[in-house]
C-alpha cells in the first residue's frame, strides 16, 4: 500500500494550486483521508481532514481558502488551494487510514510529499 502526492510547485500569491494523493495496493477499505503540511523549522501540521463519508475538518488558517475532497473509487483526496500567501509555504503531506487486503489492522499510511512555494 502507499500513497502518491503529486501537484505541488511555485505559486505566486493570490494563486490556487491543486494538490492530489492516490492510495494504491491492495487495499481494502480506506477510512480518513487528510493534508498536512511541514514549513521549514516547523512541525508538521493538520491543514484538512475528510471521511469517508464526506465530512470535513479544516485548520483555521486555511478555513474559506481551501477545499479538501475525495473520489472514492479512485481512492483519491484532493486539496484545491486558492488565494495562496508565502505563509502556505510548506512541504505538503497526504495521509491516510487504510486498511489491507489480508491485514489486521488500519495503517496509517503516509505520501512522499510536495513541495508548495508560495513566492513573487
Known amino acids: 500500500v502507499q500513497l502518491q502526492a503529486s501537484g505541488g510547485g511555485l505559486v505566486q500569491p493570490g494563486g490556487s494550486l491543486r494538490l492530489s494523493c492516490a492510495a494504491s495496493?491492495?487495499?481494502?477499505?480506506?477510512?480518513?483521508m487528510g493534508w498536512y503540511r511541514q514549513a521549514p523549522g516547523k512541525q508538521r501540521e493538520l491543514v484538512a481532514v475528510?471521511?469517508?463519508?464526506?465530512?470535513?475538518n479544516y485548520a483555521d488558517a486555511v478555513k474559506g481558502r481551501f477545499t479538501i475532497s475525495r473520489d472514492n473509487a479512485r481512492n483519491t483526496v484532493y486539496l484545491q488551494m486558492n488565494s495562496l500567501n508565502p505563509e502556505d509555504t510548506a512541504v505538503y503531506y497526504c495521509?491516510?487510514?487504510?486498511?489491507?487486503?489480508?491485514?489486521?489492522?488500519?495503517?496509517?499510511?503516509w505520501g512522499q510529499g510536495t513541495q508548495l512555494t508560495v513566492s513573487s
Open positions: 495496493g491492495r487495499i481494502f477499505s480506506v477510512s480518513d
Open positions: 475528510i471521511t469517508c463519508g464526506g465530512r470535513t
Open positions: 495521509n491516510a487510514d487504510i486498511f489491507p487486503y489480508g491485514g489486521s489492522t488500519w495503517l496509517s499510511s
